[in-house]
């Protein structure tokens, strides 16, 4: 007599007569009762057909049978057994294309989301600062403004960045009074002037030059402010001074208008000669 123990911890008895007589090859449906105790052995080749008479261990036919057998390519080297679970259907949409979109989606990623850059726009006459930088265009374009008609032949303002220093309403009409800057056309203020007239420029912050020259000072921008290409001065002789109407200005470069420091508008400021 032996025993085995089991689930419910209940002792069951059989004689050893018993358990010599158990046949040595079972059933298929006997030996793969469910899916998931599919182990990797070889299965007998053939299996005892049930008796007529024994209909709880009748299998069903291959064709309604949750098995499938291995393709006759497979590997005749494998362990696994001859019987396999279905292949679950798979998706073809690749999981990461899916989740980079929802993830570009909501996140405005600029490689799926961004359109075409706007060009910067004129800020309007109410968000305009003193130190702001803008650009006259030429003379046909500035057709009516507080510009002198007859100017000497060596004050040109036209189609030259423009300083705003101060800001005015006449007849309803809005107006900016700026000067003038200059690049001396690639010389530096030493070559371009006399020394009594060097102190009437000031060297603006630029990405080419910021030595000071003889007697000029440095004019810094504003914090996030970007800065002259190009070695420039700022005029601050009394014939520099000159008002127009804001529509009339236009953006230097295309660009957002630079913007100079408080300390370098102060030093504007001080060297206007009224």
């Not at 793969?32 to 990797?40: A, D, E, R």
């Not at 390519?73 to 999981?95: M, N």
């Not at 130190?131 to 004050?155: C, E, I, R, W, Y």
């Not at 007239?197 to 810094?220: I, K, M, P």
Request: some cysteine; charged content about 20%; hydrophobic content about 30%.
């Amino acid at each position: 007599m032996s025993s085995t123990p089991f689930s419910t911890g209940k002792m069951v008895s059989f004689k050893a007569s018993e358990a010599e007589a158990r046949p040595t090859s079972f059933p298929r449906c006997c030996l793969l009762t469910t899916k998931t105790n599919v182990q990797s052995y070889n299965l007998p080749t053939s299996y005892p057909r049930p008796s007529s008479a024994d209909s709880s261990c009748r299998s069903s036919p291959p064709s309604a049978s949750p098995w499938r057998r291995h393709s006759a390519t497979s590997s005749t080297s494998s362990t696994s057994p001859p019987w396999s679970l279905p292949t679950p259907p798979r998706t073809h949409t690749p999981p990461s294309t899916r989740r980079d979109s929802l993830v570009g989606a909501a996140c405005g990623d600029w490689r799926t989301n961004a359109g075409p850059q706007k060009a910067p726009r004129k800020p309007s006459y109410y968000d305009v600062k003193l130190g702001m930088v803008f650009h006259l265009p030429g003379t046909q374009a500035v057709k009516d403004s507080l510009l002198p008609q007859n100017l000497a032949p060596t004050n040109r303002p036209w189609d030259h960045p423009a300083v705003v220093i101060a800001k005015f309403l006449l007849n309803g009409e809005e107006y900016v009074q700026f000067r003038t800057c200059t690049t001396f056309h690639g010389q530096k203020v030493e070559v371009a002037k006399p020394k009594r007239q060097q102190g009437l420029f000031l060297l603006a912050d630029n990405d080419e030059d910021v030595v000071v020259h003889g007697r000029t000072r440095l004019g810094e921008m504003a914090r996030g402010s970007s800065r002259f290409s190009k070695r420039t001065y700022v005029n601050l002789s009394f014939e520099s001074i000159y008002s127009v109407k804001y529509e009339h200005l236009e953006l230097h470069n295309g660009k957002l208008p630079i913007q100079f420091d408080q300390e370098a508008i102060d030093m504007i400021w001080r060297c206007k000669p009224f």
